[in-house]
């Protein structure tokens, strides 16, 4: 049966379209048939990320309005087999996303797919709304930082609330923690909110703690999900996250400040 | 054509009963003005249905009841159990005419001649809530106690008539005794409120950070303002 997770978060820029594309990835290279689906109608930067904006054809809007089947508009990933993308819309508005049309293109994906990730846009509006209503899991992504946290636990609320899982009185949408950009050493400063704060507040169990890395914004400046650079920090966060999400367990790493070597001190690290 | 901007539905809603068993309005009056006087928040504004039942044979002046029950800032909305006649004039007077069907004769009433109300404490369980209250939600126990096992998160909040419980951190802000009643309590783990009111007294975090920020506490209202105590004592 298959799944539909969303990445989400309330506020922008912390890391969800950065996430979507390393856990999609992550999970077709465990071998689930996996599709990412951006639903930032009119931003539209999941396709670069995943470096297949060039091959944009058709994209999600015109698969709901019937201006294109899905096997027209799905990209297929050069890199990964069983790996696909769905793109958004660079030029239609928002309210291009209706609730029965969604909704009829996952039930169509389902028939084919193992997991569904859709990207949401940030915000409480309608886009981001209709990217977590029909989730059967959530990824909630929060940096470390006090206005994440509490639009986070909003976006938690909303889920218990207003999910089709919610409305229709069945088990409650899955919620896991994601928390992205970390940097133990501000951390440790008292700049920013400790994992074990997060924790407190949000009280949801931690699928990951993704490091603040230089690692992200080369992989994305390439067009390469960062989950395919296996040598990085990062890389190998989102791959032990993806193997908690598929129920193994695994400890947690670089949560702490790296203890610099004499080389690393006088050259720089 | 503009689209239509009401809706129009039934409801059901609790109101007071006023239930006469003579109709001596003076001696009714004072009573009355000694009863609302222990509890005049309770009843403020509260919307009162007079019961007819036992002076249905009476002269009753309407207009001069309805002033009466005003002038106590209580809120005569209609009767009950009338007469014909009764009804008819409640009418004029601007009373709703409700249909009452339990109490209809109050066989063992009749026999008392001074007015009196009957009072019952109707206990309702409490409200449970599990699991956190997120930034944005809202939960209002009405008529009962709430309890929360788990936190209430900043930009969250919790009312309740009676008395507010929380197994968990209150960031956010909790209200007891919403509706006027003094002797209402909060309780919880960790003391981190936005804001704290009981029966109309309230506090806000700036006033809440003294030594028993962070702790587990009870809040009551003591002489119009609030007083926070250790919940574990020693
Ligand atoms: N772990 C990380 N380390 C460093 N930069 C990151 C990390 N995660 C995300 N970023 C950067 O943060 C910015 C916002 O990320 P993005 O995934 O687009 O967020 P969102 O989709 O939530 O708006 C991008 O420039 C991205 O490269
Ligand atoms: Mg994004």
């Known amino acids: 049966m298959a799944k539909v997770i969303v990445v989400t978060s309330g506020k922008g820029g912390v890391g969800k379209t950065t996430s979507s594309a390393a856990i999609g990835t992550g999970l077709a290279l465990k071998g689930f048939k996996t599709v990412i689906i951006d639903f930032d109608i009119g931003l539209r930067n999941l396709d670069l990320i995943m470096g297949c904006e060039r091959r944009v054809v058709y994209d999600f809007v015109n698969v709901i309005n019937g201006e294109s089947n899905l096997n027209q508009a799905l990209i297929k990933d050069k890199r990964v087999d069983k790996l696909y993308i769905l793109p958004a819309s660079q030029t239609r508005d928002k309210d291009a996303l209706t609730r029965d049309g969604v909704e009829r293109v996952l039930n169509e994906l389902k028939k084919d797919f193992d997991y569904i990730v859709c990207d949401s846009p940030a915000g409480i509006e309608a886009g981001a709304m209709m990217a977590m209503y029909f989730a059967d899991e959530a990824i909630v992504t929060t940096n470390p930082e006090v206005s994440s946290v509490r639009d986070s636990d909003r976006i938690l609320g909303i889920l218990h609330s207003k999910s089709k899982r919610a409305e229709e009185g069945l088990e409650s949408v899955k919620e896991h923690l994601l928390l992205t950009r970390y940097n133990p050493e501000r951390v440790e400063k008292g700049e920013m909110l400790s994992v074990e704060d997060v924790q407190e507040i949000l009280a949801i169990k931690l699928l990951g703690v993704i490091p603040e890395s230089q690692a992200v914004l080369s992989a994305s400046n390439s067009g390469q999900p960062v989950i395919l650079d296996s040598e990085s920090d990062a890389g190998q966060a989102y791959t032990d996250a993806i193997n908690r999400l598929l129920g193994e367990t695994v400890d947690f790493r670089f949560l702490d400040v790296e203890k610099k070597g004499l080389f690393k001190r006088i050259f720089g690290g | ?234």
């Open chain 2, 1 to 234: 054509m503009s689209e239509q901007i009401f809706e129009l539905k039934g409801n059901l809603f609790t109101l007071s009963v006023l239930h006469l068993f003579s109709a001596d309005t003076a001696l009714l009056s004072k009573q009355l003005d000694e009863k609302i006087a222990q509890a005049p928040k309770f009843f403020a504004g509260a919307p009162i249905v007079i019961n007819l039942s036992d002076v249905q044979d009476e002269a009753l002046d309407f207009s001069f009841l309805k002033s009466m029950l005003s002038g106590l800032s209580l809120n005569p909305v209609g009767v009950c159990n009338g007469s014909q006649e009764q009804n008819e004039i409640a009418k004029a007077a601007g009373l709703s005419v409700l249909n009452y069907s339990q109490d209809v004769k109050g066989a063992t009433a009749k026999q008392q001649t001074n007015t009196s109300i009957v009072e019952k404490t109707v206990h309702l369980p409490a409200q449970v809530i599990h699991g956190t209250v997120r930034s944005g939600q809202q939960v209002y126990a009405k008529d009962r106690d709430l309890i929360v096992i788990g936190a209430v998160s900043h930009g969250a909040e919790v009312i309740s008539d009676g008395n507010v419980h929380i197994y968990g951190t209150l960031r956010g802000r909790a209200i007891a005794g919403a509706k006027g009643y003094n002797e209402a309590n909060i309780f919880c783990q960790k003391l981190e409120a936005e804001l704290v009111s009981i029966n109309g007294s309230y506090w806000i975090s700036d006033s809440l950070q003294g030594e028993h920020w962070g702790s587990a506490v009870q809040i009551q209202q003591k002489n119009d303002s609030l007083e926070i105590s250790a919940l574990v004592k020693g």
